[in-house]
């Protein structure tokens, strides 16, 4: 298993749709686990992080999983604003850098 | 702008020239960090400095390239003879912390590589 796999989408969904990506993680010993946001042509930037007690900001909410070994992260009321990608990202085995995921696509329409 | 700079933003260059990418990080972060990003990918790590130490280099890191932080504070990425699978966006990012545990990289914008 890659150390983070993610569905790269894209997620087509309408304004005002409840959207979730889900992203699995091989090292069952990590203990942090985050949610960045990539927008088109742009530096990915950190979203948030998810907490074994789940974490919520607004429309955001990011979900831990330890059992099966993935984190989610939901976003409810979707804006035009949220098209983006989302990169699930955990610590590489050695806890010295983060390692990305693919990403996934979100495309909000009106 | 007190964020993380890069330069070039944007390099062409031809098969087998050496070209070499300049960051500036936050001015108080310790850590400074290299990823590389090609379309349809996350960020892939290349190496890790703390202060002026290189603490680690991805097996990414073939023998062409090479990375320096001379006085802990800017850093440069060298790439020797270039090749056309290096085009890439080169990513630098920079933390106070360890961001395995904060989950906090601050990349700048990128510098997009094209090799012809």
Same mark, same amino acid.
């Given at each position: 298993?890659?150390?983070?796999?993610?569905?790269?989408? !894209?997620?087509? %969904? !309408?304004?005002?749709?409840? %959207?979730?990506?889900?992203?699995? $993680?091989?090292?069952?010993? /990590?203990?942090?686990?985050?949610?960045?946001?990539?927008?088109?042509?742009?530096?990915?930037?950190?979203?948030?992080?998810? $907490?074994?007690?789940?974490?919520?900001? =607004?429309?955001?909410?990011?979900?831990?999983?330890?059992?099966?070994?993935?984190?989610?992260?939901?976003?409810?009321?979707?804006?035009?604003?949220?098209?983006?990608?989302?990169?699930?990202? %955990? !610590?590489? /085995? =050695?806890?010295?850098?983060?390692?990305?995921?693919?990403?996934?696509?979100?495309? %909000?329409?009106? | 702008?007190?964020?993380?700079?890069?330069?070039?933003?944007?390099? *062409?260059?031809?098969?087998?020239?050496?070209?070499?990418?300049? @960051?500036?990080? *936050?001015?108080?972060?310790?850590?400074?960090?290299?990823?590389?990003?090609?379309?349809?990918?996350?960020?892939?790590?290349?190496?890790?400095?703390?202060? &002026?130490?290189?603490? &680690? #280099?991805?097996?990414?890191?073939?023998?062409?390239?090479?990375?320096?932080?001379? #006085?802990?504070?800017?850093?440069?990425?060298? *790439?020797?003879?270039?090749?056309?699978?290096?085009?890439?966006?080169?990513? @630098?990012?920079?933390?106070?912390?360890?961001?395995?545990?904060?989950?906090?990289?601050?990349?700048?914008?990128?510098?997009?590589?094209?090799?012809?």
């Amino acid at each position: 298993r890659k150390e983070v796999e993610q569905d790269p989408g !894209p997620f087509n %969904v !309408p304004e005002g749709a409840t %959207v979730a990506f889900n992203c699995t $993680y091989s090292n069952s010993a /990590s203990q942090s686990f985050f949610w960045y946001r990539q927008d088109c042509r742009k530096e990915p930037k950190l979203l948030m992080s998810v $907490y074994s007690s789940g974490n919520e900001d =607004g429309r955001f909410t990011a979900q831990l999983n330890r059992a099966s070994q993935y984190i989610s992260l939901l976003i409810r009321d979707s804006k035009l604003s949220d098209s983006a990608t989302y990169l699930c990202v %955990v !610590p590489n /085995s =050695g806890y010295s850098t983060l390692t990305f995921g693919k990403g996934t696509m979100l495309l %909000v329409s009106p | 702008d007190t964020g993380v700079s890069q330069d070039p933003r944007h390099k *062409i260059t031809k098969r087998g020239q050496n070209v070499t990418f300049r @960051c500036d990080p *936050i001015s108080e972060h310790n850590r400074l960090y290299w990823y590389r990003q090609t379309l349809g990918q996350g960020p892939e790590f290349l190496t890790y400095f703390q202060n &002026e130490a290189q603490l &680690e #280099k991805s097996r990414l890191l073939s023998d062409r390239f090479s990375a320096e932080r001379p #006085k802990g504070s800017f850093s440069t990425l060298e *790439i020797q003879r270039t090749e056309q699978g290096d085009s890439a966006m080169y990513l @630098c990012a920079s933390s106070l912390r360890s961001s395995s545990h904060t989950g906090e990289l601050f990349f700048g914008e990128g510098s997009r590589l094209t090799v012809l």
